[in-house]
């Protein structure tokens, strides 16, 4: 198995950037895809960006797609999601998820998924 924890978030102003890590134990990383959710008060957690463990390739929740980049450092067993021109919709808790071999654009976006989950860190964004 694989532990997470989330770090980096906190509160910003509308238009403001954040960025928000995912760190992983464990010398597998490199075979985990790994999975960024967010869920508000009152909502589903809902997916927002992954990347795959082969490939590299990454996807994006249109929500986001061209504001938000994820990316990963296997040799930190880290992966980060850069969130740039952020706004008050974008409040919400950040979760990390993981799981080993996971490719394919929809099971790599579905929450049901991933077995491994960080606690989440806040984020939270003013107007």
């Known amino acids: 198995q694989v532990q997470l924890v989330e770090s980096g978030g906190g509160l910003v102003q509308a238009g403001g950037s954040l960025r928000v890590s995912c760190a992983a134990s464990?010398?597998?990383?490199?075979?985990?895809?790994m999975g960024w959710f967010r869920q508000a008060p009152g909502k589903e957690r809902e997916f927002v960006a992954a990347?795959?463990?082969?490939?590299?390739?990454?996807y994006y929740a249109n929500s986001v797609r061209g504001r938000f980049t994820i990316s990963r450092d296997n040799a930190k067993n880290t992966v980060y999601l850069q969130m740039n021109s952020l706004k008050p919709e974008d409040t919400a808790v950040y979760y990390c998820?993981?799981?080993?071999?996971?490719?394919?654009?929809?099971?790599?976006?579905?929450?049901?998924?991933?077995?491994?989950w960080g606690q989440g860190t806040q984020v939270t964004v003013s107007s």
């Open positions: 990347i795959s463990w082969s490939s590299g390739t990454t």
């Open positions: 998820a993981a799981r080993r071999y996971l490719d394919g654009s929809s099971w790599i976006q579905d929450k049901n998924n991933y077995p491994y």
């Open positions: 464990g010398r597998t990383f490199s075979s985990y895809s």
